[in-house]
Each structure stands twice: as C-alpha cells, then as structure tokens.
C-alpha cells in the first residue's frame, strides 16, 4: 500500500489550500481515508476522516475544512479554507480498512505553514 500526499505550501491566514493523497495497493472503496496532522510539540491529531458513507471532523476544523474522496481515481483530499496560524502542522494521509479501529497505513507528510 501506497499513500501519496501532496499540495502543502506557506499560505497567509484567512487563505486556502488543498491536500490531496493517491493511494495504490489497495481496494481503495473498502477503507475508511483520513488526514492527520502533527504540529511541533504536539501529538498526531486526526482532522478528518471519510468512509463510504460519512464523514467526521475535529471540532477545530468544521465549516473550514472539507474532506472528499473520488473511488474511481483512488484519491481523497482536503479542501482547508479559512487557514488559522494553528492550523501549521505536518498533515498526513491515512487508510483504514473498514472495520478496523486503527490506520493502518500512513503517507509521507506534507508540511503546511499558515503565516499571520
């Protein structure tokens, strides 16, 4: 398995960026896609996750940020709009197989810096 994200970059408060992630080696409509974050001195938090069916999203985020996913290209992204100098971090892409109660495989991070 095979998770590639991309699209991170240095963007001023108030603008917008998106992540997007390529996954190969797996049934990519049989896992539940995430995007994590990790800023310095912090834990890995989770932001935003999107099954078949749903989505879910940290309190920090919601009405900012919108995860979407395209089974056909095995993708998922992260539309992240009105950036905070909090949101700066490492974000990474994850896959779970559904069922399961932890992500099992991680993409590279890409670092996004939000300037005030």
């Known amino acids: 398995v095979q998770l590639q994200a991309s699209g991170g970059g240095l963007v001023q408060a108030g603008g917008s960026l998106r992540l997007s992630c390529a996954a190969s080696?797996?049934?990519?409509?049989?896992?539940?896609m995430g995007w994590f974050r990790q800023a310095p001195g912090k834990e890995r938090e989770l932001v935003a996750a999107?099954?078949?069916?749903?989505?879910d999203y940290a309190d920090s985020v919601k009405g900012r940020f919108t995860i979407s996913r395209d089974n056909a290209k095995n993708t998922v992204a992260l539309q992240m709009n009105s950036l905070k100098p909090e949101d700066t971090a490492v974000y990474y892409c994850a896959a779970r197989i559904q069922g399961a109660h932890v992500f099992g495989f991680w993409g590279q991070g890409t670092q996004v810096t939000v300037s005030s």
């Open positions: 080696g797996l049934t990519f409509s049989s896992y539940t």
């Open positions: 999107i099954s078949w069916s749903s989505t």
